[in-house]
């Protein structure tokens, strides 16, 4: 982190850049977020004898400006942590011989809020159908029932989140 935070990133302040894990049902607070992830065994030379540590960093801008201003900001920070870590040794680990960067998913916001507004109809098309014995509901109520998953079907939502799990 102090690696990032001596960066000089363009409008992040120290404060914005924090260890914590992914946040859960938000998006990601403004900043960098620095994420452990896994240890990976056989991550050494001839994939063996070396262990590999991952860490995830997310970076998020919120500034209520255009998509296209928080893109171009998105992309120095990234490309700035990128080039100081990727085929780098950490200075301060002496038993870490050289970093990799491998870029993963490009978080577009409007997608994020599209997939949260899915997952949750998901949910409550889940709880209704379970709460509510059929006999109980009323045809406007199982017509708005069966379209809600209808759309998540035909969408495509249920095989994206299927895959995105079993990665």
Same mark, same amino acid.
């Given at each position: 982190?102090?690696?990032?935070?001596?960066?000089?990133?363009?409008?992040?302040?120290?404060?914005?850049?924090?260890? &914590?894990?992914?946040?859960?049902?938000? /998006?990601?607070?403004?900043?960098?977020?620095? $994420?452990?992830? =896994?240890?990976?065994? @056989?991550?050494?030379?001839?994939?063996?004898?070396?262990?590999?540590?991952?860490?995830?960093?997310?970076?998020?801008?919120?500034?209520?400006?255009?998509?296209?201003?928080?893109?171009?900001?998105?992309?120095?920070? &990234?490309?700035?942590?990128?080039?100081? /870590?990727?085929?780098?040794?950490?200075?301060? $680990?002496?038993? =870490?011989?050289?970093? @990799?960067?491998?870029?993963?998913?490009?978080?577009?916001?409007?997608?994020?809020?599209?997939?949260?507004?899915?997952?949750?109809?998901?949910?409550?098309?889940?709880?209704?159908?379970?709460?509510?014995?059929?006999?109980?509901?009323?045809?406007?109520?199982?017509?708005?029932?069966?379209?809600?998953?209808?759309?998540?079907?035909?969408?495509?939502?249920?095989?994206?989140?299927?895959?995105?799990?079993?990665?």
């Amino acid at each position: 982190m102090t690696t990032i935070i001596n960066l000089g990133l363009s409008n992040l302040s120290q404060d914005e850049v924090k260890l &914590r894990d992914i946040p859960e049902g938000e /998006f990601a607070p403004r900043g960098i977020t620095v $994420v452990p992830m =896994v240890e990976v065994e @056989g991550a050494g030379t001839n994939a063996k004898d070396d262990y590999g540590y991952r860490f995830m960093v997310i970076m998020s801008r919120g500034t209520g400006k255009s998509w296209v201003e928080s893109t171009d900001l998105l992309y120095e920070w &990234r490309n700035a942590v990128r080039k100081a /870590f990727n085929n780098k040794r950490l200075a301060d $680990v002496t038993k =870490v011989h050289i970093c @990799g960067v491998a870029n993963g998913d490009y978080l577009q916001p409007k997608k994020w809020q599209e997939n949260k507004l899915a997952s949750m109809l998901a949910w409550m098309c889940c709880h209704a159908d379970e709460d509510c014995p059929s006999e109980y509901r009323s045809k406007h109520f199982t017509s708005q029932l069966d379209d809600a998953v209808e759309y998540l079907e035909k969408s495509g939502w249920y095989d994206y989140n299927r895959q995105a799990r079993d990665k």
